[in-house]
């Protein structure tokens, strides 16, 4: 197994913190928190709920900042919520660590193992978490039955969202950015295999719910999602660069 398992802590009566350790990411350890059903037993296997966590930040927000302990009590559905570094990215890098292998291969088989994780899947994710659901299930088709984003960016290739990218991830995570995926537009296919909006149409068949706001106010597609519209689509926006990037994303993933 790719991931060892350094301690296990009983943080509460569901939750369990796994420190571990997984050289294809990082030298150091992190943290992978679980939220148990109440009804858990090794008998059966369990739906699995992934959820990322924003940049800047580690797993322990979203039990920190967000009620989904309480909101989850009555599911059956194991939740996993773990380290995505500190300015990781989500991203099999050209050179580096390996992370959407971690999220989507690596920490499915420990709890598979460990806690009777099953086949049935699903993701979502807040800020960069959001773009981190939105391309684990693009780049890989028929894992998750759902995903969601949460003000998370749906393309990381216009200008903009690139030079955004590679300036947060050189300053918070002291690294030469471009080991991520080359330079834009000069290494354009390595850029291209991580963007959720150019490999769109391996989320067909996946459920969407995808949420991104400035301004606070219900926008069109809000209330055309009201009028019984396939897949949930929230756009909180003024209607600028990121609301059209996503809207052309899930135009991109309708069936």
């Not at 000069?186 to 150019?198: E, Y």
Request: hydrophobic fraction near 40%; aromatic fraction near 6%; charge should be positive.
């Amino acid at each position: 197994m790719e991931i060892e398992v350094l301690d296990e802590e009983k943080a509460g009566e569901r939750l369990r913190v796994l420190t571990v350790r997984a050289r294809t990411v990082s030298p150091d350890a992190l943290a992978i928190r679980v939220l148990l059903p109440r009804r858990w037993s090794a008998d059966r296997t369990w739906p699995l709920l992934t959820l990322h966590h924003g940049g800047l930040d580690d797993s322990s927000s979203w039990i920190a900042r967000t009620d989904v302990e309480r909101l989850s009590r009555d599911d059956d559905v194991l939740i996993a919520m773990p380290d995505g570094g500190r300015a990781g990215g989500y991203a099999d890098w050209r050179r580096g660590p390996q992370w959407q292998t971690f999220h989507v291969r690596h920490v499915h088989e420990l709890l598979r193992a460990r806690y009777r994780a099953g086949e049935v899947r699903a993701v979502a994710g807040v800020s960069g978490g959001g773009y981190g659901a939105l391309q684990g299930a693009a780049a890989n088709p028929g894992t998750f039955r759902f995903a969601a984003a949460l003000s998370g960016p749906c393309t990381v290739r216009t200008a903009v969202s690139a030079t955004t990218l590679l300036a947060a991830t050189g300053v918070a995570g002291r690294t030469n950015p471009f080991a991520m995926w080359g330079v834009p537009f000069v290494h354009d296919r390595h850029w291209r295999a991580a963007d959720p909006l150019h490999l769109a149409a391996g989320l067909r068949g996946t459920g969407l719910f995808v949420s991104c706001g400035l301004t606070g106010r219900p926008g069109p597609s809000t209330r055309a999602a009201a009028r019984g519209a396939p897949r949930t689509w929230r756009n909180r926006s003024s209607g600028r660069r990121s609301a059209r990037s996503c809207a052309a994303s899930r135009a991109s993933a309708s069936p």
